[in-house]
């Protein structure tokens, strides 16, 4: 069974500053997606990595795919407001269900 | 616009009172699934379709059914809701299986069952 994991849950981000948020996945996938999800709204779309390797950026936000070892990270530079918000990722099933399985998300607050 | 739309939005009902939350997509997308949102479990997958008139269950699928009789179209039907269905429910479509298939998410709809 495809278990995500995202650590940590809840990070309070100093504006400016720099951070890394990780997501694990338990077994092979050739599909790994991020999302944000504002409170209350729907899941919007961020990144899709199919490859070990890839690495995708827009604005403040980049992220990469290690295969091997399971991982994305999703990098923040230099840290703003409008960053505060849920992101999950989810890694898509490899079977004939194009299930996708989610982390539980992590929380992250921007503070001056 | 390409779009997922879900209603209703927002929904309160008494336990037992038989509902639907309509799904309905422009993108011509072949799979289509629901998940719902609870606090602390992220999100799960209930049911999905892979095509017209061909449903699945995902993980949590009891108290739930779901039809696809045209392709743009994914019904959630909850026949008798409990209270422990409460939640926020997203219907999402994409293009299948394949490389490039990103899914597209609903605007959600928050049910509670008194």
Redesign the interface.
């Known amino acids: 069974e495809l278990k995500v994991e995202q650590n940590p849950l809840f990070l309070s981000m100093q504006e400016g500053k720099n951070y890394t948020i990780y997501c694990n996945y338990s077994t092979t996938s ?2 790994l ?1 991020w ?1 944000r999800q504002d409170p ?4 919007e ?1 961020l990144f ?1 990595l ?1 490859s070990n390797g890839a690495v995708k950026q827009e604005g403040r936000l980049m992220a990469s795919l290690d295969t091997k070892a399971r991982l994305s990270t999703l990098h923040i530079t230099a840290a703003v407001h409008d960053l505060s918000a849920t992101y ?1 990722c ?1 890694v ?1 099933s490899t079977g ?5 399985t ?4 992590i929380t992250l607050s921007v503070r001056p | 616009e390409a779009q997922v739309t879900q209603n209703p939005r927002y929904l309160i009902t008494v336990t037992g009172k038989k509902l639907t939350v309509t799904c309905s997509q422009n993108m011509n997308h072949e799979y289509m699934s629901w998940y719902r949102q609870d606090p602390g479990l992220g999100l799960r997958q209930i049911y999905y379709s892979m095509n017209v008139e061909v449903t699945d269950k995902g993980d949590v699928p009891e108290g739930y059914k779901v039809s696809r009789k045209e392709k743009r179209n994914f019904p959630l039907i909850l026949e008798s809701p409990s209270p422990n269905q409460t939640s926020l429910y997203f219907c999402a479509s994409s293009l299948g299986r394949g490389m490039n298939t990103e899914a597209f998410f609903g605007q959600g709809t928050r049910l509670t069952v008194v």
Do not use: P
């Open positions: 050739d599909r997606y999302y209350g709204k729907s899941l779309s899709v199919l999950f989810a898509a004939a269900n194009s299930k996708l989610f982390g539980k998300g």
